[in-house]
């Protein structure tokens, strides 16, 4: 969901995304609160399926945000002067205490993060509107990853219709 009408990294840019932030807060405090004995069995389906998709649109925003993160990591080593073999350390370190998850789930976090940016898109466009889990896209990075890019494209690009119906 964008909240402003850019993506340069402007102020307003930056207030709809402490804007997130504090609404993504919010939810976290509504959900704690869940009474279950509120609802009806309909009801508690009906939720259960739209905290689902949120958690899957969750995961697809957490993959964009690696990458955007990753980007502006390395660009900062860069100006500091790091030499290019050490462009990117500590990127999965920090990205795993953000997820509150290891610092080795964090680097495959962000491995699984660049490819479905790059290679992936479908894949990634189905995470981000919840219609796929993040274990469903890691597979479909896991079983072409022996593949190469332009390859890993047109398969994307093929299953696209078809992800959303598997389960």
Request: net charge neutral; proline share 2%; hydrophobic share 40%.
């Amino acid at each position: 969901m964008r909240r402003d009408s850019g993506s340069s990294g402007s102020g307003a840019g930056l207030r709809g995304a402490s804007s997130l932030v504090t609404e993504a807060e919010a939810w976290l405090a509504a959900l704690v609160e869940i009474e279950p004995d509120d609802f009806d069995e309909k009801t508690a389906l009906k939720a259960i399926t739209a905290l689902e998709r949120l958690k899957r649109a969750a995961a697809g925003a957490q993959a964009r945000l690696a990458v955007r993160v990753d980007e502006q990591a390395r660009a900062r080593q860069q100006t500091a002067g790091f030499r290019s073999d050490q462009l990117g350390q500590g990127i999965g370190a920090q990205l795993a205490l953000a997820r509150l998850e290891s610092p080795h789930r964090g680097a495959r976090h962000l491995g699984l993060a660049k490819t479905l940016t790059t290679e992936l898109p479908h894949t990634l466009h189905a995470l981000v509107h919840g219609q796929v889990s993040e274990w469903q896209a890691t597979l479909v990075a896991r079983e072409t990853a022996c593949l190469q890019a332009d390859t890993r494209r047109t398969i994307d690009t093929t299953i696209a219709d078809h992800l959303p119906s598997w389960g």
